[in-house]
Nanobody, 122 residues
Framework: QVQLVESGGGLVQAGGSLRLSCAAS????????MGWYRQAPGKQRELVAE???????TYADSVKGRFTISRVNAKNTVYLQMNSLKPEDTAVYYC????????????????WGQGTLVTVSS
């Protein structure tokens, strides 16, 4: 069983910064895509950023130029550096892993973390 454990959320003033971390554990051979989604109260969960094993990245338009995603493949860990935070960034942030291989032939369904709350005050 693969698990994702997030850390780094909290309360910050507008214009501030936070860094989220997510570590995958369990029987892992490789992970293709790791990323971050967020869900604000009353809204649908949305993609924030994701990164493939070879470093290709995708960002939501709303965070481009402010957030940076990175990963350390050897540690199965992904980070989200969030700068110039705005009140509208307030949400629960979820780590996500897709294309998880448990071995050369065995695959896992996509995996979600439990979420970490980010609150940006104005």
């Amino acid at each position: 069983q693969v698990q994702l454990v997030e850390s780094g959320g909290g309360l910050v003033q507008a214009g501030g910064s936070l860094r989220l971390s997510c570590a995958a554990s369990g029987r892992i051979f490789s992970i293709n895509t790791m990323g971050w989604y967020r869900q604000a109260p009353g809204k649908q969960r949305e993609l924030v950023a994701e990164i493939t094993g070879i470093g290709s990245t995708t960002y939501a338009d709303s965070v481009k130029g402010r957030f940076t995603i990175s990963r350390v493949n050897a540690k199965n860990t992904v980070y989200l550096q969030m700068n110039s935070l705005k009140p509208e960034d307030t949400a629960v942030y979820y780590c996500h892993a897709d294309g998880v291989k448990l071995s050369i032939v065995h695959r896992s369904p996509e995996v979600w973390g439990q979420g970490t709350l980010v609150t940006v005050s104005s």
